[in-house]
């Protein structure tokens, strides 16, 4: 999959998280003149412990979506991260495939991190912006304006009217914004969860699970039984699964915890949303669709495409807002350590040892679970929130510090004195 010979007119940059063919990094692309790079870097793997699962996913979906990108005739610079010349770097790839290509510009989009965008910044490289959300830096930002607190009831109604999902005219499908009363019961004793599908690794799936077990198998996190989508292909089914067997009972049982599940009727989208292997608006559009269809009711997918089009782009715009601070914030003063249990789950408190090992199995935990176990725990104990946020970051497999830092910071630990909510 190397590009290297002839001089290339642009290079492209791709990272991890945005394996999406409408990359704006990708817009205007020329086959026969330009190059994209992708590069597996180890400071990307390691700045925090990430769960095996979590670079399996990530290293996986990238060599897939290098593959299908070649198969469709562009050249593309995949460096491994055990080529022997690797510099462990994204920075360090990018000046060295500059030097292999010597290409009259470098385009890149936008890093969901701003630690990254930092770091690009200043190589004065064409930096687009990430279109795949539904709300950009600017909406968001004439959003929030002169708004003393944001409040993401108000912001979800707006992207409501700004979008049309759900709407009827010019009000909500329903007579309301939110169904939240019909969302919150309780789950009945005897009630079938339906399975998880699970996506079998091929031959490039398998052969990262044998580069992570070697290289971060020391990780906190079990690798074995990895099954999940890491193609566009497998995360649609993915998708259609949910929509088929679990969104009409998403809604009622979304507060939810059980024992008998650690899934119950969530969607497990994040991670292959997050990687751009999924378009947030078609899974909005998606719901919407199955309850205009009959096949779901309305409290369902109106708690569905709250999480997506409300929390999930509101948090983002939180973060950017709020950063480069933010992941300093620390308005209760709490100062423990985090507990060696959470990289454990050795404790007698049972709902902190299952969700704890849980996480460690599935790299997973639904929202009520991170909210009011995990994050409840660390708040009412007063650990230190930096502390906590590099457990999430760590743990989850969907975890990008973009959506994940509010969450922790300002939802779960109210670190931020209330800039979340
Ligand atoms: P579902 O319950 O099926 O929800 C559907 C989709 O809505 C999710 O896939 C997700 O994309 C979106 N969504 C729902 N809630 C949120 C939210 N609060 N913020 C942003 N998007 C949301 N989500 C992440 O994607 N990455 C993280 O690193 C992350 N860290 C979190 C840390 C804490 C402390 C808390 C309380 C929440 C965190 N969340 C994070 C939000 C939420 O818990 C996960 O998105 C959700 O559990 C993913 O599982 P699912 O796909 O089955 O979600």
């Not at 026969?32 to 400071?43: F, G, K, P, S, T």
């Not at 198998?217 to 995360?235: D, K, N, W």
């Not at 929202?367 to 708040?379: E, V």
Request: net charge positive; hydrophobic share 45%; aromatic share 10%.
């Amino acid at each position: 999959m190397s590009g290297a010979g002839r001089p290339a007119s642009t290079l492209r940059l791709v990272l991890g998280d945005q394996l999406s063919p409408a990359l704006s990094a990708l817009s205007g692309l020329d086959p026969a003149r330009d190059v994209v790079l992708m590069a597996e870097a180890m400071e990307e793997c390691s700045y925090v412990p990430h769960h095996p699962r979590k670079i399996a996913l990530v290293l996986a979906a990238m060599r897939h979506f290098a593959a299908e990108l070649t198969a469709t005739g562009v050249r593309v610079d995949y460096v491994r991260l055990e080529d022997p010349a690797n510099s462990g770097s994204l920075v360090g790839e990018l000046g060295r495939a500059i030097g292999r290509h010597r290409p009259a510009r470098v385009v890149m989009t936008e890093p969901g991190e701003w630690r990254l965008r930092q770091a690009f910044a200043v190589l004065g490289i064409e930096v687009r912006e990430d279109d795949r959300f539904l709300c950009s830096h600017a909406a968001f930002a004439a959003w929030a304006g002169g708004r003393r607190a944001l409040r993401m009831e108000f912001f979800y109604r707006a992207m409501r009217r700004r979008s049309g999902l759900l709407m009827e005219g010019a009000h909500p499908a329903g007579g309301r914004w939110n169904f939240d009363a019909e969302n919150r019961k309780r789950l009945p004793a005897r009630i079938a969860v339906p399975p998880v599908p699970r996506y079998t690794p091929d031959a490039i799936t398998a052969e990262v699970l044998a580069l992570v077990a070697r290289r971060f198998g020391h990780h906190f996190g079990r690798l074995e039984g990895f099954s999940m989508p890491v193609t566009r292909v497998e995360a649609e089914a993915a998708f259609a699964d949910f929509l088929r067997t679990r969104l009409a009972s998403f809604g009622a049982w979304q507060d939810a915890m059980s024992i008998r599940s650690p899934f119950l009727f969530h969607s497990l989208l994040s991670s292959a949303l997050n990687l751009g292997l999924l378009d947030p608006g078609a899974l909005c559009r998606g719901a919407e669709a199955a309850w205009r269809d009959g096949a779901a009711p309305l409290a369902a997918v109106e708690g569905f495409v709250r999480q997506i089009l409300g929390w999930r782009e509101f948090v983002r715009g939180v973060y950017w807002r709020s950063m480069p601070g933010y992941g300093r914030e620390n308005a209760l003063a709490a100062h423990r350590p985090l507990p060696a249990f959470y990289w454990t789950g050795e404790t007698e408190m049972a709902c902190m040892a299952r969700v704890i090992r849980e996480t460690r199995d599935h790299g997973y935990s639904h929202h009520i679970q991170r909210l009011m176990i995990t994050g409840n725990f660390a708040l009412l104990v007063g650990i230190d929130p930096y502390l906590v946020h590099v457990w999430y970051m760590a743990v989850y497999a969907d975890a990008y510090e973009w959506v994940e830092m509010p969450n922790t910071i300002g939802m779960a630990l109210f670190a931020d004195g209330g800039i979340m909510g």
